[in-house]
């Protein structure tokens, strides 16, 4: 399929995941299988020596070192994207890297991307805001068509069984306002139609949120251009995480999954671990050294340093780490390959 210009050749795309969780070995194993592989650039520079004398800086050189390396690996195949959240406090900063690392896609999320059209200038990479609504995706087509005359290549919409930060309040996830993926796809098909139309072209949807197996995929192609998986991914022989990291996502269930209200100010879900029980109890851990990476973040009031945590995570502290995960990771049991994935989720008529 065409993406304004770019091909990808299999409808299937990976969340980007982050702290070291989705890195070029995993990035780069999916585009290889010809999908949308997406390295998180959330402290890409975790396994760089010296990482923690200058998290930021070398964070910087090995997102655009890693982008070229995930390239190298897939070859001709696929496209490359990076998911930077907009939360982060270098974020102009974060882009130039992934357009000096000649990336084909930024993805963004975590707060309204809406400058991010500016920051590329004239440059040919693919962008997609991360959506949870069809009233958001519309406000950001509308504030880039206006301000920058250019409208998204596609959108990731996001639905609330997806693992990670949410785009959803706490109340509307644990009551029964639950929304539904399928609703949430028609919703925003609806609000891109008109800008689709001002642009000439379909604007593809990527969804995304709970999708582990062929069902889930073959439903959401349905009513998508893409099916992009996360969790799944995660137990993946190519996956940049620590074992320990696949072994606890492998052997949980789904009812081993919890909503934590991040210090990033947003809910989420992570695997029941010692930190999200004991931050659940109202337990407090300051940080003991603020590194200034989120905007929103307060270190005087937070709970705990999400940074750390996830970094302990990505490295398989059990103790301290913040576990993402999607909700529906008990359906993943067995460490399979990325090309394992490919040919057990998609259908056959889908791509090559």
């Known amino acids: 399929m065409e993406i304004n210009g770019h091909r990808l050749e299999r409808p299937l795309a990976q969340g980007g995941m982050g702290i070291g969780i989705s890195l070029d070995r995993l990035a780069g194993a999916v585009a290889k299988e010809g999908g949308l592989g997406v390295l998180s650039s959330a402290y890409a520079g975790l396994y760089e020596p010296g990482f923690w004398d ?30 930077i959240m907009r939360a982060v406090s270098d974020y102009k900063d974060q882009v130039q890297a992934a357009l000096d690392g000649d990336v084909d896609a930024i993805i963004s999320g975590a707060g309204l991307p809406l400058e991010l059209p500016g920051l590329v200038g004239k440059a040919s990479v693919l962008l997609a805001p991360v959506v949870s609504s ?12 206006k301000h920058a005359n250019r409208l998204p290549d596609f959108v990731v919409v996001e639905g609330p069984s997806a693992g990670g930060h949410l785009g959803f309040k706490l109340a509307d996830l644990t009551d029964s306002r639950l929304p539904m ?22 604007i593809p949807i990527v969804a995304a949120g709970g999708l582990m197996d062929s069902a889930d995929v073959s439903a959401a192609l349905q009513l998508a251009d893409i099916a992009q998986l996360g969790t799944r991914f995660i137990g993946t ?39 999200t029980l004991a931050m659940a109890e109202g337990e407090r851990r300051p940080p003991a050294k603020c590194y200034k990476c989120l905007s929103p973040c307060k270190p005087a009031e937070t709970p705990y340093c999400i940074s750390r945590a996830l970094v302990a995570a990505a490295q398989g502290d059990w103790e301290k780490g913040l576990f993402f995960s999607g909700s529906r990771v008990g359906k993943m049991k067995d460490l399979w390959t990325v090309a394992d994935v490919f040919e057990a989720v998609l259908p056959k008529e889908a791509g090559v």
């Not at 890693?66 to 490359?80: C, E, F, Q, S, V």
């Open 134 to 145: 069809g009233r958001v995706a519309k406000l950001i087509c509308r504030y880039w068509h």
């Open 181 to 202: 993926l399928a609703d949430l796809l028609a919703d925003v098909r609806k609000s891109l139609a008109p800008y689709e139309q001002e642009a000439g072209r379909r």
């Open 54 to 83: 200058d998290p930021k800086g070398i964070s910087l050189k090995a997102l655009t070192e890693r982008i070229r390396r995930a390239r190298d690996r897939a070859g001709a195949h696929g496209l490359i994207g990076v998911n």
């Open 237 to 275: 022989e190519e996956c940049d995480a620590s074992p320990e990291f696949k072994r606890r996502l492998l052997e949980a269930e789904d009812d081993d999954v919890m909503l934590v209200q991040s210090p990033v100010g947003m809910p989420g879900h992570a695997l029941k671990s010692p930190l």
